[in-house]
């Protein structure tokens, strides 16, 4: 791959941002390493890989790579017969043996989901014999344990109690010195590894002793007195033995490990290419990659969807997207538009693309993406003059052009910026006309940006040319960074210049100046860009109301089928409770009519069997009641219609009971509904007329005989009964009927009307309901609802 392209492309940065991601240095030295390949099945496999373990990162955003230990140095010496490791080695080959359990752990049971990783995990070393020894022997810090041996445990115990008889020795024989030869604030401190005490200069030849240094100054000596030096060998000798017992357990360990140094190195390495891979695959995961499709060399097809520049993705969030697709007839685009519009990093965004991708890397773009393998590079872009070199920036231009012209074929992507800048307009377009015409014969995928308005005309003259243009804000002159393909652009000096203050008049015969064909160029690229930006606002506005439009049908269509199947089902549930309802209470009633008949003796045998006959029926019908399905939706309120609209033979909707029926008739400002099998007496304002689509003719009821058993006669219910002008005797008959009734119906709540007079109906009343257990709750009238001339029954 040609070198040269790859660092004008900053190549090696964008690995750079991709090597960050990595958990080890080792891992990110390999990502570093990669470079493009140009076999596909190599680069679809690798990118396979890279897949797959986003997959792992994306199932479990808590697991993270294992530590990878840079053992190389560990890993050579262990090869060497003979050799010992010391600590910190054998620490980090235990941590190589952790790691590989991990990821065995982890990648393993998950085979069949990443085959390819479990494939590499697989020859990742198991020692677990070996890892636990090394961790019994060696701490985290890389220090050699007490506990690694009981010689060892012995020796350390001793040297410390040893220490501590020469340190407390030493503090008492500094405290009993003379206070001519003593320091002042003086402390036991160790020199040379021997402990000595602080002493005047003048007190040399009176404490004795070896002197192991003194004091910047001269004047204070650090002595070693001759209480501290038979302990002091005694410690030495300690710490020799020590030592060679140290060496004793590292060589042990060493050379358990030694004939595993072949798959020790394999591991490291299958360890690095794992954290390459994690890598990898936490930048696809941040970047929102997706694995592009990777076509043979020299494909005739190049189609890139939503992709962004990865260097400049790491600076910013606010990067646009581009899409474009070359066809297979497409093989040179020339790219023209104003400065700072984006040309350049658009450019250099391709070519970093494809090589990312080459190198087993997914780079930013999005589903559908296809790229051709290239089997070469070739990149001129920006100023290469060097005056060391002689070259001027021409001259530099023309040096990179040459490269292409040498070695560019079908399988080679060529990027040039600022075909034909540099010299005479004239000459550089003739020249730059012409190196496109060679590199689209030879099948080259060439991408150039410009600003010479001839080299915008050579869609329509060469065969396989086709324009582009970065869209251009022409009213704020900023670039929307937007691909146009098809479409030339303007490079806008003459209206930046307006716009930054330049003369009207030298503006003006600018203008004048400008060539006829330039001019016409000029004109018809404003016209397709301002129709093209229009089309591609109504485009999305049109989108947007489309969509909206189909979610609220959609919506619409699922709620009108949702209520109607609940009305459905409603009405039918309503209809089988009140037809099992009725069969039973006519039962029910018969047997309380025999037991009426049979207690009839006496007027007060009367009234007690039929408060208990009535309690028998209202008991089963409460029962029925309580099998009754509950709904599970609320209604929606319902819009209350004028009470003038609701007349006989139209279905309404019965405000109190949240049920639907049909009017039957009106009279008296109240109207009778049949719902449900029963005949209810309703005040008009509790109905509201339903929809014109749910307007269906009432079907004719059947009547006779049903299922063996009767047919219940119409209930007609009231929400009050009057009970004015009766005596006593006669209330239980009159009350009982009309709350059995208001109770059948599912009425909530019940007026008594029984006036105020002397009270003795008020309180006959009020007794029998306080024995009624139906009863939830009553109540004398409100203000508006009679006073005390009427009790308002709530039903449980």
């Known amino acids: 791959m040609n070198s040269h392209a790859l660092e004008v492309l900053q190549f090696g940065q964008a690995l750079d941002i991709v090597a960050r991601n990595a958990a080890s240095m080792l891992g990110a030295a390999a990502v570093r390493a990669l470079g493009p390949r140009t076999d596909p099945a190599r680069i679809a496999n690798e990118l396979e890989r890279v897949d797959e373990m986003r997959a792992l990162l994306d199932a479990d955003g808590r697991w993270g790579m294992p530590a990878v230990p840079d053992v190389r140095d560990a890993l ?65 810090h890389g220090e050699v344990q007490d506990h690694a041996s009981p010689e060892l445990a012995r020796l350390r115990r001793e040297s410390k109690a040893l220490r501590s008889r020469v340190v407390e020795r030493l503090a008492a024989f500094a405290a009993s010195l003379p206070h001519a030869y003593r320091v002042a604030d003086a402390s036991v401190s160790l020199r040379e590894g021997r402990y000595v005490v602080p002493i005047r200069r003048e007190g040399r030849g009176e404490v004795g002793g070896i002197v192991h240094g003194e004091s910047g100054t001269g004047a204070t000596l650090f002595v070693e007195p001759p209480v ?23 060589r042990a360990l060493t050379a358990l490990l030694r004939p595993h140094h072949p798959v020790l190195r394999a591991s490291l390495e299958a360890l690095v290419e794992l954290d390459s891979l994690y890598a990898r695959g936490r930048y696809a995961l941040r970047v929102g990659a997706a694995i592009p499709v990777v076509l043979p060399a020299a494909t005739p097809e190049y189609v890139v969807v939503d992709g962004r520049h990865p260097i400049l993705l790491a600076t910013t969030e606010q990067v646009v997207p581009f899409d474009l697709e070359m066809g297979r007839d497409e093989r040179t685009l020339v790219i023209s538009g104003p400065n700072t519009g984006g040309k350049t990093v658009l450019l250099k965004a391709m070519g970093l693309l494809s090589l990312l991708t080459q190198s087993g890397v997914l780079p930013p773009v999005g ?29 530099a231009h023309l040096k ?28 550089g377009a003739a020249l730059a006309r012409a190196t496109l015409a060679e590199l689209g014969g030879r099948g080259a ?43 030339p652009g303007r490079s806008y000096g003459l209206a930046i210049a307006r716009r930054l203050g330049l003369p009207a008049g030298v503006i003006e015969r600018a203008e004048a100046e400008l060539p006829h064909g330039e001019r ?276 449980g």
Do not use: C
């Open 76 to 140: 050579a010496r262990l090869a060497l017969e003979g050799g010992v490791l010391d600590a910190p080695s054998l620490r980090g080959l235990g941590v190589l043996l952790a790691s590989s359990r991990e990821l065995r752990a982890v990648i393993l049971p998950a085979r069949e989901t990443y085959p390819l990783l479990a494939t590499l995990v697989e020859g990742l070393v198991q020692l677990q014999r070996e890892e636990a020894e090394i961790g019994r022997v060696v701490d985290e």
């Open 228 to 250: 501290a030096i038979a302990m002091m060998n005694r410690l030495r000798e300690l710490e020799a033995e020590e030592s060679r017992e140290v060496l004793r357990i590292l």
């Open 367 to 395: 589903p559908g993406t296809r790229l051709p393998v290239f089997r070469d590079v070739f990149a001129d872009v920006g100023d290469e003059q060097s005056i060391e070199e002689s070259l001027s920036t021409f001259a």
């Open 400 to 427: 990179n052009i040459r490269g292409a012209l040498e070695g560019a074929g079908a399988d080679s992507l060529v990027l040039l910026d600022e075909l034909g800048s540099g010299t005479d307009p004239t000459e």
């Open 445 to 487: 995928l060439t991408v150039a940006t410009t600003h010479l308005g001839q080299l915008k005309l050579l869609a329509g003259a060469l065969p396989g040319v086709v324009n582009a243009s970065l869209q251009f804000d022409a009213e704020q002159l900023r670039s929307t960074y937007r691909v146009i393909k098809g479409v």
């Open 520 to 795: 016409d160029v000029a004109r018809l690229a404003l016209e397709l860009e301002t129709t093209e930006k229009r089309l591609a606002e109504m485009s999305a506005a049109l989108e947007i109301r489309l969509a909206e439009t189909d979610h609220l049908r959609a919506e619409l269509e699922r709620r009108r089928t949702a209520l109607r199947q609940r009305e459905v089902d409603s009405e039918r549930r309503a209809r089988q409770q009140a037809r099992d309802l009725l069969l039973r209470s006519r039962q029910e009633v018969e047997a309380a009519i025999d037991e009426v008949r049979d207690a009839a003796s006496s007027n007060a045998a009367l009234e007690a069997a039929a408060t208990a006959a009535r309690r028998r029926v209202e008991q089963a019908a409460l029962r029925q009641r309580e099998r009754a399905p509950v709904a599970e939706v609320k209604s929606a309120p319902v819009p209350q219609h004028p009470a003038g609209e609701v007349k006989a033979g139209v279905r309404v909707r019965i405000g109190s009971l949240g049920r639907t029926g049909t009017v039957v008739e009106l009279r008296d400002g109240k109207a009778t509904v049949e719902a449900g099998g029963m005949r209810l007496v309703l005040p008009r304002s509790d109905l509201s007329l339903l929809p014109a689509g749910d307007q269906e003719p009432a079907k004719p009821q059947r009547s006779g005989n049903v299922g063996g058993g009767y047919l219940a006669g119409e209930i007609i219910a009231h929400p009050e009964v009057d009970l004015r002008g009766l005596r006593v005797d006669e209330l239980p008959m009159r009350m009982g009927k009309a709350m059995d009734d208001a109770i059948l119906a599912g009425l909530g709540q019940f007026r008594i009307i029984h006036g105020k007079g002397t009270g003795a109906l008020r309180e006959r009343v009020q007794e029998m309901l306080r024995g009624d257990p139906r009863i939830l709750a009553f109540r004398a009238g409100e203000h508006g609802e009679g006073g005390t001339g009427v009790t308002v029954v709530e039903f």
